[in-house]
């Protein structure tokens, strides 16, 4: 039998059909997936594992050899929860202002803090807490509409199936030698991420240690397909090799805008990801909302770490904090959320970000203006000036608007004590149109011309 030419590209489009893999998602879908990411603005991370007794650094104290890895699961005995109180952790969590928060369900230590039946280590079963400490919790964000991200670590450390190459000393053994050993291990991160995925169907997965394997030997694709088969909204944190959805810079605000459409900055509120004993060095409040308009200026987000105590009480300062940005938030609550990146820098001391119809430059001030504060370059004319968050408006001058020049005038926004926040400042440019502005180095004549 002949085929003409009609019957090949059927009989091709139909096999194409059969074999082709899941149909990859339309730039549209994903940013429709995103939605409610580029919006929170502020998450709020939580590390809470068995080195929340304080006296070691989340799992890098045995992996660097700072103890021995007998005396590091030690601490487990003293994980108690007695005092944990999950609604009070996510009233504080809702109360901050943060749409959502991502919760270590196991570091790189393996210390599951859910009833895994995939292993033996976990709040559970290994702790004097005796339970699931993450079930509660993700009860009560839930209710209060927060998302809920899980943070999980694709390493785990101890495991006598798990190997890595960064290990001080030996490596435990080579994949290439122990395929089977190696394949136990990642049979077994695909049960607990199971359990996680079904049990809750998390907002969000928040992956850590990925640069130990490649995406191969995860199974990273897979991970990824699995966990959308049954949850298919999921979002993805960039540590996966390759497969995830936004970028996470660690402890640093990036200074130009990040190439990946979405990211988020994650932030340790001292210098500590868990509760530690002897770290007493806060940010301050304003230093943490500075950096948090920073990322939303950048078009970010900020994950704001804290580090409740084994316990399950949150030291006072770091409730301080949360709450000091859930004042701040909700009196800027304009200027937060449904915001995005703003314009770039040197058209005004202060960090900026746009409404999302463009016509509103929020001028986000980390000072105490002396007189008036300054904005130039902006071609778009301004027809109202607001204080955020007050019912107050500001006179404004306009200097050097001429009329045969490129270069628009500058504005000069009257800024009285009276108006300031204590920590952040935060004006409204209402423009007659979408912002607009003047990038030049100013007008040249030709008759003065050098
Ligand atoms: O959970 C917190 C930390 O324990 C964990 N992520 C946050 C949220 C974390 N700690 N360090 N890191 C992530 C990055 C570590 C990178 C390094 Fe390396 C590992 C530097 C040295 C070993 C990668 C691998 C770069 C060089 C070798």
Not at 89 to 110: E, F, N, P
Not at 284 to 302: A, E, K, Q, R
Request: aromatic residues 12%; glycine residues 8%; hydrophobic residues 35%.
């Amino acid at each position: 039998m002949t085929m003409n030419l009609k019957s090949v590209i059927l009989f091709g489009l139909l096999l194409g059909t059969a074999f082709a893999p899941a149909r990859a998602e339309t730039p549209e879908q994903k940013a429709e997936r995103m939605e409610w990411f580029s919006r929170a603005k502020l998450g709020i991370f939580i590390h809470w594992g068995i080195y929340s007794t304080g006296k070691t650094s989340e799992s890098w104290a045995f992996h660097n050899g700072y103890v021995s890895l007998d005396d590091y699961m030690k601490q487990r005995e003293e994980f108690t929860a007695a005092e944990y109180d999950p609604a009070l952790w996510a009233d504080l969590i809702a109360q901050s202002g943060a749409r959502y928060t991502v919760i270590t369900t196991k570091h790189h230590d393996g210390f599951a803090l859910w009833d895994t039946k995939a292993g033996d280590v976990s709040a559970v079963k290994s702790s004097p807490a005796g339970r699931d400490v993450i079930a509660p919790f993700a009860e009560e964000v839930r209710k209060r509409g927060v998302r809920l991200g899980f943070y999980f670590s694709l390493i785990d450390w101890p495991r006598e199936d798990y190997t890595d190459i960064y290990r001080a000393g030996p490596v435990r053994y080579k994949i290439a030698d122990e395929p089977e050993r190696w394949q136990h291990f990642v049979d077994f991160n695909f049960a607990q991420l199971r359990e996680l995925n079904e049990t809750w169907k998390p907002d969000l997965y928040w992956f850590d240690g990925d640069w130990e394997h490649s995406a191969e030997e995860w199974r990273s694709k897979e991970i990824v397909d699995m966990l959308r088969s049954t949850n298919p909204g999921v979002i993805v944190n960039s540590r996966i090799q390759g497969y995830g959805d936004y970028a996470t810079p660690e402890l640093g605000v990036p200074v130009v805008r990040p190439e990946s459409e979405w990211w988020e900055t994650c932030m340790t509120i001292n210098n500590s990801w868990g509760y530690r004993l002897d770290d007493d060095d806060y940010k301050s409040p304003h230093t943490l909302l500075c950096m948090l308009v920073d990322c939303i200026g950048l078009g970010g987000n900020l994950l704001l770490d804290i580090g409740p105590r084994a316990d399950g009480t949150i030291p006072d300062e770091q409730v301080a904090v949360l709450k000091e940005f859930g004042r701040w938030t909700g009196k800027h609550a304009e200027a937060v959320y449904d915001t995005r990146a703003g314009i770039p820098a040197g058209h005004v001391a202060g960090y900026t970000s746009l409404s999302l119809d463009g016509k509103t430059l929020y001028v986000y001030l980390p000072y105490r203006p002396t007189e008036s504060v300054e904005v130039k370059g902006l071609k778009s004319r301004i027809a109202r000036v607001r204080v955020v968050g007050t019912d107050r408006e500001l006179a404004w001058k306009q200097y050097n608007d001429i009329s045969w020049s490129e270069v628009p005038g500058v504005y000069y926004i009257d800024v009285p004590e009276e108006a300031l926040d204590e920590q952040i400042t935060v004006l409204a440019l209402d423009m007659e149109e979408p912002v607009r502005l003047y990038r030049g180095s100013g007008q040249i004549l030709s008759f003065n011309e050098y």
